[in-house]
């Protein structure tokens, strides 16, 4: 199988990370074409790299980041006027009736049967995603996803506010995502971005990752990669029932909670051991694994194929 790979990201942005997964899933099956990130719908065309390549050659053209060629082009003659009659395929949460493309592979699974859409779940690199064994697991290490904004259901402000008084009282220490960065025990948003955040490699983001325990997402993900790579690292989430699709958190450690003055941080520090982080690490990697993602994307593949 001989597939090309297209992608428009920036580091640290969620097309990056998606690209990542997928130039491990295919290997040397795959080719891959970075587009020019400032071009809008329409501009990929425009690429040198892509003009000098026989697109006939290949199996499949995919595109990296949800929504790729709906997003990229302005209808599917467009499409079909760079890429002929080679399958192109681009990724959606959900089902949705293809536009642009000829196939959707959707991550969250549902009852829904829409033409040329196939379920595939969610794979993440997992290289860095690991649990940190030597340290000393009698402190608690917290880490607060960045802010949002409303539109998302946005409960930052609280959560920080929260975790000042669990900090005064328990042996925490809270790194919260901003615009200055990852920062260490500062409760509060003044003088930051807004909604901004800075953005890491994912080399480096893991690092943090790695050494927490208890995680706080922020606000309502439409499918999310922070808690799964959490709970890879070991590390348990605690969040509101709508922050994540029932269909995700099912496969990652959490706690749902409805105020957060309800926590038990005497049990969580009880639960906090290295066995037990292994086991949460042992049950997210079936479902999250390179591994186990190829599996369902050659199977997929080969089903459409006959």
């Known amino acids: 199988m001989k597939v090309l790979l297209l992608c428009s990201a920036v580091e640290g942005s969620y097309a990056e990370a998606h ?26 065309k425009e690429s040198v790299e892509l003009k000098s390549k026989n697109i006939s050659e290949y199996d499949y053209v995919i595109g990296i980041g949800d929504s790729f060629f709906s997003l990229k082009f302005d ?3 467009e499409v079909k006027s760079i890429f002929g009659d080679t399958p192109t395929i681009e990724f959606n949460n959900l089902p949705k009736a293809t536009n642009k493309s000829d196939i959707i592979f959707y991550h969250i699974k549902s009852p829904s049967l829409v033409p040329n859409n196939y379920f595939v779940g969610q794979g993440l690199f997992t290289e860095n995603l690991y649990v940190k064994e030597d340290r000393d697991f009698s402190r608690l290490n917290v880490f607060v996803d960045h802010f949002y904004g409303k ?15 669990i900090h005064n009282q328990y042996p925490v220490d809270v790194y919260f995502q901003n615009s200055y960065g990852i920062t260490k ?18 080399e480096r983001l893991s690092k943090y990752y790695r050494k927490t325990d208890i995680a706080f997402p922020t606000h309502r993900e439409s499918m999310g990669c922070f808690c799964p790579e959490i709970a890879l690292c070991g590390g348990v989430s605690y969040l509101k029932n709508y922050m994540y699709h029932p269909e995700i958190r099912k496969n990652f450690k959490h706690v749902i909670y409805n105020n957060l003055k309800g926590i038990d941080w005497d049990k969580i520090i009880k ?8 086991k949460i ?3 997210a990697y079936k479902s999250f ?8 994307i050659y199977k997929t593949l080969e ?4």
């Open 281 to 283: 690490r042992e049950d």
């Open 151 to 165: 539109n998302q259901q946005d409960i930052t402000d609280d959560i920080l506010q929260y975790l000042e008084k």
């Open 19 to 44: 690209m990542r997964v997928y130039k491990a899933v295919f290997g040397e099956d795959a080719h891959t074409i970075f587009v020019d990130k400032n071009k809008s719908k329409g501009g990929i």
């Open 303 to 306: 089903n459409i194929k006959k």
């Open 271 to 278: 639960y906090n051991t290295l066995e037990n982080k292994l």
């Open 289 to 296: 694994s390179i591994e186990s993602y190829k599996k369902r």
């Open 75 to 77: 209808s599917k003659k």
């Open 185 to 202: 025990n500062i409760f509060h948003r003044k003088n930051t971005l807004n909604n901004k955040y800075k953005t890491y490699p994912h």
